[in-house]
């Protein structure tokens, strides 16, 4: 199979790391694929910034969880459609290896996760662009983070992009570590590390294509 759509078939999203460190020339490969990413008439308008840091990893968890577990328990609680009712009941059998249970019962155990939102893994990497009411900042972003998920599992190691990872602007500490600024936003972001579990391949639905 060709090694590109071999690679983009063959990743999986990880939430199950082991306790290694990552080290710092494998992060910067991933990152520098992330700078390779297409950007609308070259702007480049991203920066990454890498939280290896444990207690700083602890505080942005702390800000993330509270949206996260409200979500969960709202949201996915009250879902009703059938496909993702019966993802949600095999998720934590792919992601974390436990058995496959009743869709309350998961959305429970989904909540009271100590990290639903990092997973423990040993790096986060948030790339933040500049958003304009035009032109194509949110893609490159989004694509930045393709490539670096890619790349990562080129070198054996597992990442997931986190949504619920963004949300850590209601600290004014972090919003000053990170350097954000007016006009900017976090995407992704990216978490890092070694796979305790890979998942097994999903199930994906035949894509809706019309031909003119």
């Not at 019966?86 to 998961?106: K, M, N, T, Y």
């Not at 990092?118 to 989004?142: E, H, K, L, M, N």
């Not at 790349?151 to 054996?156: D, E, N």
Request: glycine share 8%; proline share 7%.
């Amino acid at each position: 199979m060709n090694p590109v759509i071999e690679a983009i078939k063959g990743r999986r999203s990880v939430r199950s790391f082991l306790d290694k460190p990552v080290p710092r020339e494998l992060i910067e490969t991933i990152i520098d694929a992330g700078r390779w990413a297409p950007t609308g008439a070259n702007m480049q308008l991203w920066r990454f910034v890498v939280v290896e840091d444990a207690a700083f990893r602890a505080r942005l968890l702390d800000a993330a969880r509270p949206n996260y577990r409200r979500f969960v328990t709202t949201h996915w609680a009250a879902c009703t459609d059938e496909w993702f009712r019966e993802q949600i009941r095999h998720h934590g059998e792919h992601s974390f290896g436990w058995p496959v249970l009743q869709f309350d019962e998961a959305v429970a155990r989904f909540a009271d996760l100590p990290d639903g939102v990092y997973f423990g893994a040993p790096v986060v990497i948030f790339v933040i662009g500049t958003v304009a009411s035009f032109g194509t900042q949110a893609a490159d972003c989004y694509m930045a983070c393709q490539n670096m998920m890619l790349a990562a599992h080129s070198l054996g190691l597992g990442t997931c992009i986190v949504g619920f990872g963004a949300h850590v602007t209601n600290d004014p500490g972090i919003v000053e570590a990170l350097e954000l600024k007016e006009g900017e936003r976090i995407f992704g972001p990216v978490v890092v590390g070694y796979p305790q579990i890979v998942p097994e391949a999903p199930e994906k639905k035949l894509p809706l294509v019309k031909w003119i």
